[in-house]
């Protein structure tokens, strides 16, 4: 099996970049400081969250009772695991920096207090039902708690070197390990949401404990073998009708090497994936590695919103069947697309193969970035297409629609989902291919990369209009005596239209290779690489099988997909077609909605002449601009019709 590259750390990445630099410093100003105080219930007609007072009880330095969901502690966990990455790459000695350090140690010393003498530690079962600990994995997130807690702690110790909440997950850790895996004297039960999977990979990378990895896999093997331990446990609990609980939801009704397509929750799936993969990575699992690839076909190819959004089923937040995608009713959770963008990263290191990324570009620019609004503190949790807020707000079966995004939600899993996500984004663009000795970009972001190839330091500075201009320009600054390969990802929108200089000359000795152009040679310090991706508006057809999307048709330009609004085009959105063969043009608009390249297109728009509901009437085309915006952008101008998807004239 070939070797899997290695991304590049947090701290091996600087990034400096027009687009993703405001929003990480937003991030840091004004996320972060905002979602503790959502935390700790401060903010005014949002809903509470309860987080930080269950910690205060729990480690016994406030009275009161437990408020919130059973897996209230996640969403404090994963706002830990954004301040980590967020001091990653802060490095200057402020007062903002020490000021969030020290509140995040006390966070810590609550969680060493909450903590049980035998390394167990939930708010809910502390507080509530002390007496039930690990007896319903299957509905009560425990061991998902458990898993986002590791990964705070994974970022916070790489961040600042501290051991404390290392010494804290790994006392967790290593009680998981004692009640769960093999042999009669453990339980053979396995996370009801996944995530401790991926999280255990992590604390295995960070500690080098191997009995974490052993962990990991043993919870992927014995998922869904039968006896079914979900059924068992249910059974033991005195449920009536556990037996007849359709698994699926929970990818539990078969091993997952027997799962071939991608049912049940979408989130759950994605972190199950991701866990599977690093595993699999690991062990050099060559038939989990094609199985993986089975399931990714099946999701990317049947499966998958144009958005990069995943799940199109609000009933079970899941997976329905092949190329049933509707638009207006989609769920298409935030979480799921980050899962979703998750999952690609890790089928990249060991595919080297660009079309993970582009999936993975697809997911980060689309529908994550929808999840939060332009001033960072509004967000989404479900994803729709195509809104029109008349009816979404009075359907019954669109109640998982809101029209406009949220201060803070019940069930907040998202929010900090997508904090976590963006102030980590430095490990999403390069990898180290050590067999090849090359130096791998997957997402043009600006800034610098600190790699180290053959043992040798090797940095270049990336510069990019990117996501609004397809140039590119790279600088070596540090190279090594030897020839190594840059290897840059050709993007699936430029359709191979692209051209490539090397220190001002063309460069005519194209080497591609699964999606990636590689340019291999003794590079010298000062060298200046410089790719021309072909930007186009690109006017983009779903499968004809997709029900939802015939007869349609979407904009793309670049990494984006857009959507027209109420806001721009006038109500009654569906009314509007696009002609095919008018003029598209786009046009950076730096004072709409923090800068967006806009699209405008000729169509028309469609009326009646009577207004009988029903007539022969052929109607009426009238002339018309459409105006779309980056779909990301929407819902920024207060609430109002958006579509993706638009008649094809
Ligand atoms: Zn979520």
Known sequence: MPQSMKPLSIQQVQIQDEFWSSRQKQVQDVVVPYQWA????????????????????????????????????????????????????????????????????????????AQWPDGYLNTY????????????????????CAGHLIEAAVAYYEATGKRKILDIVCRLADHIGAVFGPGPDRKHGYPGHPELELALFKLYRTT????????????????????????????????????????????????????????????RAMYLYS??????????????????????????????????GIGSSAHDEAFTVDYDLPNDRAYTESCAAIGLMLWAHRMLQVTKDARYADVMERALYNGILSGISLDGTKYFYVNPLEVKPAIANHRHDMRHITTVRQPWFGCACCPPNIARLMSSLGQYLYSVDESEQALYVHLFVAGQAFATVDQNDVEITLETAQPWDGDVAITVNQTKDSPWTLALR????????FSVLINGKYWDYMEEERGYLKITRQWQAGDQLQVSFAMDVQIVRANPLLRADIGKVC?????FVYCLEEADNGANLHTICLSNSGSIVSAFES????GVAVITASGCRLNTVSDDLYSTDLGQKMDVTLRAIPYYAWANRGEGEMTVWVNEA
């Not at 904009?555 to 990494?559: D, F, V």
């Not at 004072?591 to 923090?594: E, S, T, V, Y």
Request: charged share 30%; hydrophobic share 35%; with cysteine.
């Open 125 to 144: 079962f502390t507080l509530v039902r002390p007496e039930d600990r690990w007896k319903n994995l299957r509905d009560e997130h425990e061991l998902y």
């Open 208 to 267: 080098a404990n191997k009995d974490y990895l052993h962990l990991a896999k043993y919870f992927i093997d014995e998922r869904g073998r039968q006896p079914n331990y979900y059924v068992q446990e249910a059974v033991s609990r005195g449920e009536i009708g556990a037996s007849d609980r359709n698994l699926e939801y929970w990818q539990a009704h078969a091993p997952l090497l027997e799962q071939h397509k991608a049912v049940g929750h979408a989130v």
């Open 555 to 559: 904009l793309q330009r670049g990494p």
């Open 591 to 594: 004072g709409l909605l923090g």
């Open 38 to 113: 959502a935390l700790n219930d401060e903010i005014p007609d949002a809903e509470p969250s309860y987080s930080m007072s269950n910690l205060k009880i729990a480690a016994k330095v406030a009275d009161g009772q437990y408020h919130g969901m059973i897996f209230q502690d996640s969403d404090l966990y994963k706002w830990l695991e954004t301040v980590g990455y967020v001091l990653s790459q802060h490095h200057d000695d402020s007062h903002s920096r020490a000021q969030l350090e020290s509140l995040a140690d006390s966070v810590i010393d609550l969680l060493e207090k």
């Open 490 to 497: 050709i993007p699936a929108w430029c359709r191979g239209n």
């Open 275 to 308: 866990g599977a993969t690093d595993v699999a990575t690991e062990y050099e699992d060559e038939e989990m590695l094609a199985h993986l690839r089975e399931l990714w076909d099946n999701v990317t190819k049947r499966r998958l919103y144009v958005t990069g």
